[in-house]
T-cell receptor
């Protein structure tokens, strides 16, 4: 009965490849987020969707494209991976009007 | 500097001692939250304090907020080895909606 799940947990790939990370939440929340946590543990928001609509789009290279097929899922596709994309990516969700966010376990992406 | 800076960056104490972590931020906020992150895991919400509140308690946690100084503190009393984790503050503002801005985190180590 995991609340926010992400797959895969670990992803090792070479520069130039395209990869996707999937996120699902079973909390009935209508807002979902993608965060990037760098090696110094700094956490920065990348995207946010509310009921499948993009509401936050930070300054992120357009190689990153989020997709929300329904309000329980938010996937992140990354094209032409670069070394600097190596990080831990977290998915999170919240209910409208409630500022508490629920985080997934993270996906550690290593680009070699 | 980033919105939401914690100090100290690292704190090492003995079990049973109290741990105090501080967070400063730059702009007006609606709410300030504290999250815990265990090694290799996602963030877990601990407590939320609204801008019109000055102090809040939850179990062994005590949070204070001083909006005139744009700062908050998290006190963990009678610490346990299981409290070892990184602690982050996160703020949301009047114009940011559900967007959270995270601080850089404090790594707390509680030695048994």
């Amino acid at each position: 009965d995991t609340a926010v799940s992400q797959t895969p947990k670990y992803l090792v790939t070479q520069m130039g490849n395209d990869k996707s990370i999937k996120c699902e939440q079973n909390l009935g929340h209508d807002t979902m987020y993608w965060y990037k946590q760098d090696s110094k543990k700094f956490l920065k928001i990348m995207f946010s969707y509310n009921n499948k609509e993009l509401i936050i789009n930070e300054t992120v290279p357009n190689r990153f494209s989020p997709k929300s097929p329904d309000k329980a899922h938010l996937n992140l596709h990354i094209n032409s991976l670069e070394l600097g994309d190596s990080a831990v990516y977290f998915c999170a969700s919240s209910q409208r009007g409630n500022y508490e966010q629920y985080f997934g376990p993270g996906t550690r992406l290593t680009v070699t | 500097s980033q919105q939401g800076e914690e100090d100290p960056q690292a704190l090492s104490i003995q079990e049973g001692e109290n741990a105090t972590m501080n967070c400063s931020y730059k702009t007006s906020i609606n709410n300030l939250q504290w999250y815990r992150q265990n090694s290799g895991r996602g963030l877990v919400h601990l407590i939320l304090i609204r801008s019109n509140e000055r102090e809040k308690h939850s179990g062994r946690l005590r949070v204070t907020l001083d909006t005139s100084k744009k700062s908050s503190s998290l006190l963990i009393t009678a610490s346990r080895a299981a409290d070892t984790a990184s602690y982050f503050c996160a703020t949301d503002g009047e114009t940011s909606g559900s967007r959270l801005t995270f601080g850089e985190g404090t790594q707390l180590t509680v030695n048994p």
